[in-house]
């Protein structure tokens, strides 16, 4: 408890956190960073992390942390910059642990080009926390005349994924429930930026993008159809899937349009560009199995008269049918992230 | 548990947000806020909150997350613009206390003229929390041409707090134990932003600030004095202590130079610009009982091949002793924010 109370004790703490998240910025020791002055308009997002267990093939809580404020930056076309990261530790958790997370904190931070320039360290006493929870928060250089908001989104335009659905939660949900299955799973946790950023400079002109964490590509769809009125279709054939996501997925009885993802993220781009960005995307190592998986039908917001119920999400499915996609109530899968 | 998995439970708790924290930039719907640009240089920073109880004479935890980070910011001459709220709940904690901390957020965020702008929520399952934990950051704008770093400190220069001390330690402390206490203590959680910018346009030249959070005074010190290789000295005559909290210190041995404020600055300043820096932050409701508390007796960086050995805290005492004022290795009060 000590740890976290404002002692020295807290103090020894925070420079093993130095000695590993270097920043010159963390050296100032202020009460915020002073960072340098940041060009044109602003992003800034923040998220928590409570992913059951720590430590999964792909990765850890520290670089899921880390990845995902730096998607979340990246997909409304900011460049990452600056990460801060709280830390509530339980009581008990072991130091070496820390020392991994730490690890594998900085080491995304160094695959994204992103600082971790600001801190705090909270200790909960044992049975008031899980090990370690982790908030990172992220300010981001928006790029000029990049419009990402879904405003010029328009009839035919495509939807992208940049690669296979579902391996995160399969992983998790794998070693948590000791199904023993597909050794070869492996969280897709990575950060994105260089990603969309290759996206972007290659001129294929997005107009909508979103990482698929939670609640994955059917959470990310609807929320798309709600904000901007759309009816949205995708082919179910199209959806990119391993074969042991797919078998987990049908053996247990989850549906891989819900599964989080923390490496992937829906596209949306004109009908004339589609070609070029899946080249652009599957250039890059993280995109490389980028695929088309459907169009937007209509934009209700458009067409005068358009009865709301046309927004929404419709599935051609494999069997030649048609299922509406609906967001999950409740997801089967807490603490995914 | 549904509330946090990503699904249209978790989309429910968001409205709920969204109409209690009215700021246009969380109802864009996307992954980041897109904010405008801000002038200079930035300032950024984090804390988790998790004080318990979660509620107390003077404030709640809500409160305690919003005005932490704005006085973070303040205290390293910026203007807090935009803060990000990230909550870890606990399976089962009651929507109307949830209620209550967003609302207490919201009044704590127009007090401070301060939007939060994006947030998230994660649930984890009962006996793995403790109600909630909120992790906010927030970004600022460094006023030009002011160096709150410590750097221009001077030997001479006068040591300023902004008011009675250790108020909100001994509230939690009084409730948590159920001592029965002084019924009158209440914490003196508050934004600090508006005290700041009133002393720094008064031209009272502060050359450092911080706020007198975990580990108090003695804390705050002992890091100036580290930071910058200084000798401090205090009167502990002339601490400002309310009755209730100095004879609940003496009754429970808690030093009331490690007791934790939230409402409560230490300032440095040039011996000439003394009192006009007290008359400008007396001006103030929040800096009426501030009072000068010492001095720099020495800068050791400054003094060529002056020892290590000088550079310290001391305290004159009552009894007209000298003691050596050291920082808590590991406070007696966890969980006081």
């Known amino acids: ?15 093993r956190f ?7 910025y963390l050296d100032q020791g202020l009460d915020s960073a002073l960072l340098p002055p940041v060009a044109g308009a602003l992003a800034f997002t923040t998220d928590s992390f409570v992913v059951k267990p720590l430590f999964f093939p792909g990765g850890d809580i520290g670089r899921l942390a880390v990845c995902g404020t730096v998607n979340d930056l990246s997909v409304v076309g900011a460049r990452p910059l600056f990460l801060s ?5 339980e009581e008990g958790f072991p130091l070496e642990d820390l020392d991994r997370v730490l690890a594998s904190m900085a080491e ?13 360290t909270k200790v909960v006493e044992k049975g008031r926390g899980d090990g370690i929870y982790i908030t990172t928060a992220g300010v981001g250089a928006l790029r000029e005349g990049l419009d990402l908001s879904g405003a010029a989104i328009r009839e035919g335009d495509i939807l992208l994924v940049s690669g296979s659905l579902g391996d995160h939660a399969m992983t998790i949900l794998s070693l948590r429930e000791s199904l023993g299955f597909a050794s070869s799973l492996r969280s897709d946790c990575a950060p994105l930026n260089g990603l969309v950023a290759a996206l972007i400079d290659s001129g294929a002109c997005p107009v909508f993008m979103r990482d698929l964490t939670r609640g994955g590509l059917a ?3 609807c929320e798309l159809a709600d904000l901007r009125r759309l009816s949205l279709e995708i082919d179910e054939e199209a959806l990119p899937l391993r074969d042991e996501v797919r078998s987990m997925g049908e053996l247990l009885g989850i549906d ?6 923390e490496g992937k993220i829906l596209v949306v781009v004109p009908r004339d560009k589609a070609e070029s960005a ?20 209509l934009v209700a917001g458009a067409a005068a008269g358009a009865a709301d119920g046309a927004a929404g999400v419709r599935m051609r499915t494999v069997s030649g049918g048609v299922r509406r996609v609906t967001r999950p109530y409740a997801e089967k899968l807490p603490r995914i992230c």
Do not use: Y
Not at 18 to 24: E, N, T
Not at 85 to 89: H, P
């Open 1 to 15: 408890m000590g740890h976290g109370a404002g002692g020295s004790q807290m103090e020894e703490l925070i420079s």
């Open 256 to 261: 891989a349009l819900t599964m989080a993802n």
């Open 278 to 297: 899946l080249a652009a995307l599957r250039e890059q190592p993280l995109g490389r199995e980028a695929r088309a998986i459907g169009r937007v039908a």
């Open 18 to 24: 130095r000695s590993v998240l270097k920043s010159d």
């Open 219 to 221: 959470a990310a769809l």
């Open 108 to 120: 995304a931070a160094r695959e994204a080009g992103v600082q971790v320039v600001t801190g705090d």
């Open 85 to 89: 990261s709280a830390l509530i530790l």
